[in-house]
């Protein structure tokens, strides 16, 4: 299936596929079809052992101590008249089912918490721990989606966008985006824009610290330009994946692994 469905100008920043699951998938496969013909669009990636050991010990620590507590948000039928326009899909799309018992035995089967909220719309919330081993090296590997989920996300990645090509649009976005965001934080709260993290015990987690793992993260990327017929193989449990904006045509397919049991999981399931 697509890479992504998301708008080509919307930026998708490093992440383990899954990681807030208790099973995400073991590796995942990338092909390109149609490789982009403008600026951007790379697959860039970045290797998540060396994230979780350049970090700030005093900071790893206290998400290893804490875990990490993601909130999802998913458009129902109807649409309130102050939502997060970001929140890009509805919960139908997402679970590929419009029965709320199909949604619901599912994610009782993840142990995920649910809520359905006004206008039909769902609320799930996914704990769990921000470090795993990984399944063969045994070695500790930043696991958790609290730099993708967080307020923060799309006004910072855009800020770093603009650093690294020098184009002025995307230091716009991201002053466009970062005032939108504090205006729906500041009015819906963090339980209801469309996607948060907080410290598994509900705290805030501080901006700061997300920006220091995005600075990690951004050290350690690599960015390679897709061409015809390119496959890419990754270990889901040691190197991340994002995509860079573009323009016109682009098109990059992937399949996933079969699911594979955190490590951290297995002595409570």
Known sequence: ????????YFPIPQHLEMSFLPSPPRKIFFCCLDPPTSPGGETCLCDFKKVHDQMDPKIRKEFEDKGVMHVRNYKGTKTGLLSDPTMLKGWQDVFGTTSREVVEEELRKSGAEFQWRDGDSLRIVDRGSAIEEHPVTGEKVWFNHSQVFHWSMIPSEYYR????????KYLVLSWVMWLLKVILFTFLGP????????????????????EHIRDVMWKNMVFNRWELGDIVLLDNYWISHGRQPYSGNRKVVVSWSK????????DTT
Request: charged letters at 25%; proline letters at 11%; glycine letters at 10%.
């Open 1 to 8: 299936f697509s890479a992504s469905e998301l708008p080509p």
């Open 161 to 168: 966008i603009y650093r690294r090509l020098g184009k002025l």
């Open 191 to 210: 339980m209801r824009v469309g996607f948060h993290t907080c410290f598994g015990d509900g705290s805030e987690i501080p901006e700061s610290y997300l």
């Open 259 to 266: 699911p594979y049991l955190k490590p951290s999981r297995r």
